[in-house]
């Protein structure tokens, strides 16, 4: 389910909501998800320039972005 979200921001260039794991501590971030790979992907956080990668197995969850509802236009 996670991979869908991912490629759902690629693709329509939207920002999408993780909950990820990192240093023990769990946390929610929004970004804009910019390319995937096999261990991970590179995103943008919101209110940020430059894109950070992200170990794919870090992340525990995803969904739409607060007022994104997933509709196609």
């Known amino acids: 389910m996670t991979e869908r979200f991912l ?3 690629l693709e329509r260039e939207c920002k999408i ?3 990820m794991m ?3 501590q769990m946390k929610k ?3 804009r998800v910019t390319s995937i790979g096999e261990d991970g992907f590179t995103a943008i956080p919101a209110g940020k320039k430059k894109e950070v990668h992200i170990d794919r197995e870090d992340v525990l969850t995803a969904a739409y972005a607060r007022g994104d509802q ?3 236009e």
Do not use: K
């Open 7 to 9: 490629r759902y921001s």
């Open 17 to 19: 909501c993780v909950v």
């Open 22 to 24: 990192q240093q023990g």
């Open 29 to 31: 971030l929004n970004l």
């Open 70 to 72: 997933g509709e196609l």
